[in-house]
C-alpha cells in the first residue's frame, strides 16, 4: 500500500488557495495579502426597493498603499461606492471616482458619509440573509467576501 505524500498534497493546497480569490471564512473576517475586510453588511430593503446601502471595514497591514477600485456582487447590477456630502441644508450623493485610498498600516470604514451603494437590486435584501461580494483592490486584487444583512436602520 502507498504511502500518501503529505509534502505534496499540502503543496496543491497552498496552489490552490493562491489561485482564488479570497473568501470570508471566519465570522465576515477576510484577508488576502495586506488587505483585511471586517464588518460586512448590507441594510435590510423594503419590497419593491432598487438601491441598498452597505458598510464595510478595510484595513491595510502592508507598508504600501492600496486602492479600492471596484464593488460588484451577483445581487446588484452595479456597486458604487458613494459620498454624502451636506451643501447647504440640501444632502449630495455622489460617485467617488477613481477609488478609494487604503493608507498603510491604516484603515478605512465605508459605513456613513463614505459607503457602498448597490444598485438595480434583482431582490430587496432581507435580514439574515447573506450575500456575496468581490471588491476589487489595485495590489490585492479581487476579494470575495460575505455581507450579513442587518435591519434596515443598520442595527
Do not use: Y
Not at 496543491?12 to 460586512?40: E, K
Request: charged fraction near 15%; glycine fraction near 12%.
Amino acid at each position: 500500500m502507498a504511502r500518501p505524500n503529505f509534502a505534496t498534497a499540502g503543496l496543491l493546497a497552498l496552489l490552490v488557495s493562491l489561485a482564488a480569490p479570497a473568501l470570508a471564512a471566519d465570522g465576515g473576517r477576510v484577508a488576502n495579502g495586506a488587505i483585511t475586510l471586517t464588518d460586512a453588511t448590507l441594510k435590510a430593503m423594503v419590497p419593491g426597493a432598487k438601491v441598498g446601502g452597505g458598510a464595510i471595514t478595510i484595513a491595510n497591514k502592508g507598508s504600501e498603499p492600496d486602492r479600492l477600485l471596484s464593488v460588484s456582487s451577483p445581487a446588484a447590477g452595479m456597486v458604487e461606492l458613494h459620498e454624502m456630502t451636506m451643501e447647504g441644508e440640501v444632502m449630495r450623493m455622489r460617485r467617488i471616482e477613481g477609488g478609494i485610498a487604503i493608507p498603510p498600516g491604516g484603515s478605512v470604514t465605508l459605513n456613513g458619509a463614505q459607503h457602498l451603494m448597490f444598485m438595480k437590486v434583482a431582490k430587496p435584501f432581507e435580514t439574515g440573509e447573506r450575500v456575496p461580494v468581490t471588491l476589487t483592490f489595485e495590489k490585492a486584487g479581487p476579494i470575495e467576501t460575505m455581507f450579513t444583512v442587518g435591519s434596515a436602520s443598520g442595527r
